[in-house]
Nanobody, 120 residues
Framework: QVQLVESGGGLVQAGGSLRLSCAASGIFFSIDVMGWYRQAPGKERELVAY???????KYADSMKGRFIISRDNAKNSVYLQMNSLKPEDTAVYYCYGEYSSILRIRYESWGQGTQVTVSP
């Protein structure tokens, strides 16, 4: 089982930047996809971005050009650099991972979430 632990959330003014980090730990064969979702109050959880083990990336349209996802396979970590933040980016951000167990069975794992608040 893989545990994901996020860090780096907080309060920032509009136009500012934050960098989220997520580290995976546990026993697994590989982590194939790592990414970020977010959930604002009263809204459904939505994809922010994900990155594969070969560094292919996908972003939600509203994040393109402002957010950058990256990963360090040696550290089993994924990062989200968020720039030009807007009040509508306020949400709980969840780290997400798709991994293969030692028996090559695929699983999903979620972090506990980290709050990002952008003030006007």
């Amino acid at each position: 089982q893989v545990q994901l632990v996020e860090s780096g959330g907080g309060l920032v003014q509009a136009g500012g930047s934050l960098r989220l980090s997520c580290a995976a730990s546990g026993i697994f064969f590989s982590i194939d996809v790592m990414g970020w979702y977010r959930q604002a109050p009263g809204k459904e959880r939505e994809l922010v971005a994900y990155i594969t083990s070969s560094n292919s990336t996908k972003y939600a349209d509203s994040m393109k050009g402002r957010f950058i996802i990256s990963r360090d396979n040696a550290k089993n970590s994924v990062y989200l650099q968020m720039n030009s933040l807007k009040p509508e980016d306020t949400a709980v951000y969840y780290c997400y991972g798709e991994y293969s167990s030692i028996l090559r069975i695929r699983y999903e794992s979620w972090g506990q979430g980290t709050q990002v608040t952008v003030s006007p």
